[in-house]
């Protein structure tokens, strides 16, 4: 999953040292990566019903716990802050 700036929004934001990427993986072993800036962060998720929670227990540019909002018949996640988290397809 990852947001991402696009165009020149990335240029402008990459060329003032701001990383314009962040994502999410979640492996099947229950294993979590995050980046928001250019910290990788490292933890666990729990997929539940509507919704997954993420937990960080050595957080170092996030909170320690995120849960994500599942999106109806998408593979989209809404994060507890609004953002949307869109699935990186091949």
């Known amino acids: 999953m990852n947001t991402l700036a ?3 929004v990335c240029e402008d934001l990459l060329e003032n040292g701001i990383n314009c990427t962040q994502w ?3 492996d099947e072993a229950g294993r979590a990566e995050i980046m928001v800036t250019d ?3 490292t933890g666990t998720w729990l997929d539940q019903a509507d919704t ?3 937990t ?3 957080p170092g540019d996030v909170v320690p ?3 994500f909002t599942k999106v109806e018949e998408t593979p989209d ?3 507890m802050f609004g953002t949307i988290w869109r699935q990186k397809t091949p």
């Open 24 to 26: 999410l993986l979640l």
């Open 52 to 54: 997954m929670e993420t």
């Open 77 to 79: 996640l809404v994060d």
């Open 56 to 58: 960080w227990p050595n």
């Open 6 to 8: 696009t165009g020149q």
């Open 39 to 41: 910290i990788i962060n």
């Open 65 to 67: 716990s995120i849960v």
